[in-house]
C-alpha cells in the first residue's frame, strides 16, 4: 500500500479552556486519505464532521495529534506554509451561491486562485475548467445569479480544481440540490477523480449518497470514529447501532417501508451509543 497523500492522526479539537479545559468537540480521530481515493465522514449534525475537515484546512485549531500531508505536518503551521499548502488541498462548500462572490464574473472568480498562487495560465485555464466541469465557454462573462443551483455548484467545483489539487474536502456539496442534479454532481465528481487521481474527504449527513461515491466511510458520532470501512459493507451491513440508526434514518420512496425503518429505528438497542467502538 503506497503511503497516503492526506494522514489524520489521534486528531483532537478543543474550544475554550486555555487552562486545560474546554470543550472536546473531536475526540481522537484517525484515518489516512490515499491518492485517487474518495473516504466519507458521515454523521448527524453536530457529529464533528465538518470540524474534522475544517482542522485539515487549518480552519479550526488542532489541541492534539497531528494532520499530515504527503508526510509533512500541516496542522498548526505558519500561514505563509499553509497559502503553499492551499494549493495541494481545495474545498468545496456546501452552498454554492454563498461560496462565490457575486459581484465577480465566473472568470474571475476561476483566475482569483491562479493569481493568488502567482499562475500566469488565466483566460486559457480558465476555458479548460469551464470544458472540465460540462459549462460552455460562454459562462466566463456571466455572473454567479445567472446560473441554477448546480450550475454553480460546478463553477465551485472548478476553482477547486484551478490549481491541480491532490485532495479536495467536499462539505456536503450535494445537500442544497434536488435528487436528479445531485445525482449529476456526483458523477461529474466521480468522472474527475477518474480522468485526475485527485482525492476526496466527503463529508456528508446521508449514508445513501455516500454510498454511491465511496471507497470507504468513516462513521462519526459526537466526535469520534464510531465504525470505518468498506463504503459497501457499511452501508449494507453496519455493525454498529449508531450506524444502524443512521442507515434507518436515510428516507425510501415507499411510504411503508419508511414507517417499518422507523419503527425499527426506535426500537434499536442505544446503550452502546456512548460506547464507542473505535474500529480503524
Not at 463553477?155 to 491532490?166: E, G
Not at 442544497?176 to 477523480?193: K, N, W
Not at 449527513?205 to 468513516?218: E, F, P, T, Y
Not at 419503527?263 to 451509543?273: Q, S
Request: hydrophobic letters at 35%; aromatic letters at 4%; one cysteine or more.
Amino acid at each position: 500500500m503506497p503511503e497516503p497523500v492526506l494522514k489524520v492522526d489521534g486528531l483532537v479539537v478543543r474550544y475554550g479552556g486555555r487552562r486545560g479545559g474546554g470543550t472536546t468537540v473531536i475526540d481522537d480521530v484517525s484515518f489516512a486519505l490515499h491518492a485517487g481515493e474518495t473516504l466519507s465522514l458521515v454523521g448527524e449534525s453536530g457529529s464533528g464532521k465538518t470540524t474534522i475537515g475544517r482542522a485539515v484546512l487549518g480552519l479550526a485549531p488542532v489541541s492534539e495529534g497531528s494532520v499530515t500531508f504527503r508526510g509533512e505536518t500541516i496542522s498548526n503551521i505558519p500561514r505563509s506554509r499553509r497559502r503553499k499548502a492551499a494549493r495541494d488541498i481545495q474545498v468545496v462548500f456546501q452552498d454554492p451561491y454563498s461560496s462565490l462572490n457575486p459581484s465577480m464574473s465566473v472568470e474571475d472568480i476561476l483566475v482569483e486562485p491562479l493569481r493568488a498562487a502567482g499562475s500566469q495560465e488565466g483566460r486559457t485555464r480558465v476555458r479548460d475548467l469551464l470544458d472540465s466541469v460540462g459549462l460552455p465557454a460562454d459562462s466566463g462573462g456571466r455572473y454567479p445569479r445567472e446560473f441554477s443551483g448546480g450550475q454553480r455548484q460546478r463553477i465551485a467545483i472548478a476553482r477547486a480544481l484551478a490549481l491541480d489539487p491532490s485532495v479536495i474536502i467536499c462539505d456536503e456539496p450535494t445537500s442544497a440540490l434536488d435528487v436528479t442534479t445531485q445525482a449529476r454532481v456526483l458523477t461529474l465528481l466521480q468522472d474527475i477523480q477518474r480522468e485526475t487521481g485527485v482525492a476526496y474527504l466527503f463529508i456528508s449527513h446521508d449514508l445513501g449518497v455516500v454510498h454511491q461515491v465511496s471507497d470507504r466511510i468513516a462513521v462519526l458520532h459526537q466526535g469520534r470514529i464510531a465504525e470505518i470501512g468498506n463504503a459497501h459493507d457499511i452501508a449494507t451491513n453496519p455493525q454498529h447501532p449508531y450506524t444502524r440508526r443512521l442507515q434507518m434514518a436515510a428516507p425510501v420512496a415507499d411510504p411503508k417501508k419508511q414507517r417499518l425503518r422507523r419503527a425499527k429505528r426506535l426500537h434499536l438497542d442505544t446503550p452502546e451509543l456512548s460506547d464507542l467502538k473505535r474500529t480503524r
